[in-house]
């Protein structure tokens, strides 16, 4: 193939000479950019003699030059037609039926190399070359088969032969016995000498094609079955399906899945259409037309030919349109041609399947646009749907399949935009009121119900466990902790959409309570104290609203955690004092004595210690009355660390070695890696740096255990900063780093920024006065949404030393 690689290389150094992009060529010349990347490469073998002379025009090419690139445009490296070509040019002229390219072609770079690399590359030699293009309706399929088609037409001199199979409509789909008769007369036959049966039909299509070097482009089918019949059988041919529709199981077909465009590539379209300098002037309105559209090329289509048609319409006039979901698809196109009718052919195909599980699946989707998030879980979907997890996946899978859901990960599914506001449409058409509120309940239901088995599984003993309801006993126990908490990491996203849809649904706002104190297992072990006030507010503001008040009490008093942790101590003191008051106007012991605990916590550390042993006393009293041991641990644990602020020794040793042993006893390995660290913080603010270490390494050996990486990280940290009052500057060091590196992995940025608090310090002990302030700016700007007083602190430090 020299000739081609000549020509290539001579118009490459023909535009190198003129100093001109691909870009700059392919506009003076009036060509595609593609067109002339293409010819560069080598790939189309066989310009037309109006693209040679217009290429030498706009190179600037003398008589010579051009007659040398006109030479290297005729070379031999392309074949020639066969015998048989000659045969069928005796009985008619070679078809060529492809529709028009668009003119403003936008993206799709990376799939149309894998098009034109099938079409017409060298390891597609030998055989049928055949490329499915699959994706919803609307992305794109047509367009980027008919213009990579029409970039590889010189390759196929026998012809070019497209049918719509309108497999999705409009109208009825055609069946491979009609489509083999079009197929054949726009190869010479006619109506009476083609065969009645398909195989004989079939047979007779593919005796017609062999040896022919011939496109056929079959668009918009519904599925392998109708395009089998219709596929080239000898080599120098080439086939190139549209579907919906996955095509996977046509064996021998380079598939091509189409999504939606980028942003930059929806823009650009956008561009084309309405202009670019308008596109300039408002760059925020396009980007949001880009979001609203969903990026779908069909969807952006729609809205440039209507601002191209109004030239004086500001195009934030159509954002305000298509903010409005209710009515976005009306402003997408009412006809055959808009989203919501492309939306809901692929719907109905599913819906008229004779497979049953294609039929729910068309019913399913009803359902899954009533959640506010678009990422699907398969055991979040059952629940809403009430079905299998096994049946659920079956459903989806169908879904994908169609293209109406993408597959993102296993089990974890994505609903474009656009396809959720059809769903949300139908669902408001065809739902009623209560069956849509059932649904929703479900996820509820089971997000509480894994909720409080993550809070089982992270406080064994927790005397909250006591407030489950039925959620409790609808999912089964929880056997790897730190799995479940990951899956709330991921989900969270989703759950927090569900909360705030209930917040605004007056029958699900009753759930909302009992969610967000079963959350607290989560909300500790991830020290997510920011995520944790902001449903506590709202949780809290309900269960008032609606006199749940052992429900109202708990969250009052969580409320509490949140501000300790951020140092807003007086704040957090009112919380759990006011939730004291509130369990013992409603004669609750356990609540009495875990905010009796905390109330005594945040005494000790206002520098009350006189109140804080008093209210440490009562929790202790109550705990032991009702035989709660963990409540019963946690009084030591505060009354250890009150005694240590007062000098007295023996007795915090033996108030926290008593609550260590109510945690070994209990199991709890979470809660025993807890108290080891109170512990050792009560020993190091007593001076008593050692017996600290020791017992901060214990945590961190129990952390590990455990797998928990926020306890690992937070034991870490508090391990630098001892080591560096002891003047261990190397061990001070290595725990700090490791402790910011476990925090960044989990994406804890309050915990990172305190280990980088941690090694400015250290950085400052050794005089390394810049890399101190760098790790202060750094932990600053992830503190600066996180902890307001962690940020102070880190912006203190520069400061003083700046």
Sequence with gaps: MASEAMLGELLREFRTAAGLTQGALAEKAGLSEQAVSLLERGTRRRPRVSTVRALAEALGLDPQQEQRLSAAAKGSGTPQPVQAATELSSLIVAP??????????????AELDTLLSTLVGEQHTGIVRMAAVTGMGGVGKTSLAVHAAH??????????????????????????????TQLLRSLGFDSQSIPETVDEAAALYRSRLAGLRILVLLDNANGAAQVRQLLPGAPGAAVVVTSRRSLTTLPGFVQVRLTPLTESDSISLLGKMVGESRVATETAAVRTISRLTGRLPLAVRLIGARLAARPAWPIEHVTDQLRDEQRRLDELGTGHNGVRSNIAASVEFLATSDQLVERQAATALDFLGLPNGTELVTITTAHLLGESEHHTEEMLERLVDLNLLESTAPGRYHLHDLIQAYAREQSSQRLSEGTRTDALSRVLVFYT?????????????????AMAGDSLRTVPEVTDVNAVLRWFDTEWTNLTGAFHQAQRIPALRSLLPELTLALFGYFEARASWTEMRALLVIGRQIAGELNQQRLAAWLEHDLGIPSAEENAREESLTHFQDALTLFREIGDPIGQARAASSVSHLLEQLGRLDEAVESAEESLELSQRIG?????????????????RRGDTVLADRAFNRSIA????????????????????????????????ELMTKALSTFERLSDENGRSESHSRLSTFYLELGDVAEARRNAEAGAALARALGNHQREGEALIALGKIEQATEQLGAARTHWRAAATLLHSQSPHQEAIALTLLAQTE
């Design 662 to 693: 109510l945690a070994t006893m209990s199991g709890s390995e979470r809660s025993l890696g807890k108290r080891y660290q109170v512990a050792a913080d009560s020993h190091a603010l007593a001076g008593q740096l050692p017996q600290a270490v």
């Design 96 to 109: 060529r039926q492809l529709p028009p390219t668009l003119a403003d072609f936008t993206g799709r770079g």
């Design 449 to 465: 119900g894994l909720a409080w088995r993550c809070q089982q599984a992270t406080h064994r003993e927790g005397s909250r466990l």
């Design 628 to 644: 709660d041991h963990a409540l019963e641990g946690l009084s030591y644990l505060a009354l250890g660390t009150l005694y240590s």
């Design 151 to 180: 970039l590889t037409v010189d390759h196929y001199p026998d012809g070019h032969l497209y049918i719509d199979l309108r497999g999705y409509g409009p109208g009825e789909p055609i069946q491979p016995r009609d489509a083999l």
